[in-house]
């Protein structure tokens, strides 16, 4: 059974640092469309970045851009989030996603297009 599996998560100083990871297990997801998607307590889930398979093409969130940075290594089955200069705003439950439409030219930041999900991992950032 595939799924998707994130760990990284934690508690941080607002100015911190962490590295999210999301691991793949059960097929192969090198050539879908990765993201991260975040909820934070009262909120809708909401998009934050995203990379497709060729790792050619990221896209960000506005408040994310320049903080954080999506990758992935195919040969590993895994997708990460790099976190810098978190803020207390940034303080949610991450979740990565994968998304198999191979027929779109970008990868999608609508959470109705993903089709796998994983648990999600805690992030919180004290100011």
């Known amino acids: 059974q595939a799924q998707l599996e994130e760990s990284g998560g934690g508690l941080v100083q607002a100015g911190g640092s962490l590295r999210l990871s999301c691991a793949a297990s059960g097929r192969s997801f090198s050539r879908y469309a990765m993201a991260w998607f975040r909820q934070a307590p009262g909120k809708e889930r909401e998009f934050v970045a995203a990379?497709?398979?060729?790792?050619?093409?990221?896209d960000y969130i506005r408040s994310v851009k320049g903080r954080f940075t999506i990758s992935r290594d195919n040969a590993k089955n895994t997708v990460y989030l790099q976190m810098n200069s978190l803020e207390p705003e940034d303080t949610a439950v991450y979740f990565c996603?994968?998304?198999?439409?191979?027929?779109?030219?970008?990868?999608?930041?609508?959470?109705?297009?993903?089709?796998?999900w994983g648990k999600g991992t805690l992030v919180t950032v004290s100011s």
């Open positions: 990379i497709n398979w060729r790792t050619d093409y990221t």
């Open positions: 996603a994968a998304d198999t439409d191979g027929m779109r030219s970008y990868p999608s930041r609508d959470a109705s297009d993903m089709d796998y």
